[in-house]
């Protein structure tokens, strides 16, 4: 008569129960996710610092531009206004400043899009499914 006792345990070629393989399984899991959040508050950080600093960029440049606005204003209207009258010269002097304004705008914004989020996090998430099947060499 057979021993059932003994069925669920180790066989005689030294292989894993599944019990065991499932824990490795889940361990190895457990590893894959905490990796991958160690990447993405990596990657998170890196994109905060960037984004602080642009930010820091888009403070200083609308101070200097504020100040530089201001007084070369001032200096140009009166210099305008002598030839064109108050009204005429406020008007060319408030043009001036929307084109320069608008070319600030569109430095900035360039600027903006070269923040990247989180590329390696996201390559390597795309990846854990090829994994998990034992497919890695789909993820080249």
Partial sequence: MTD???????????DKSIGEAIG??????SLLVQQELA?????VRQTTTRAGQTAGMFAGAAVAAFLFVL????ALWVSISDRTGPGWGAVI???????????????????????????QTTETV???????????????
């Fill in 126 to 140: 795309r990846q854990v499914p090829n994994a998990l099947k034992g497919h890695e060499e789909r993820n080249v």
């Fill in 4 to 14: 059932y006792a003994d069925h669920g345990a180790e066989t005689a070629g030294g």
């Fill in 24 to 29: 490795d399984v889940t361990r190895d899991l």
């Fill in 71 to 74: 007084f070369l204003s001032l």
């Fill in 39 to 43: 990447l993405a508050k990596a990657e």
């Fill in 93 to 119: 002097v408030a043009v001036i400043w929307l084109v320069a304004g608008a070319v600030l705008y569109l430095v900035a914004r360039a600027q903006m899009k070269k923040i990247s989020g989180l590329p």
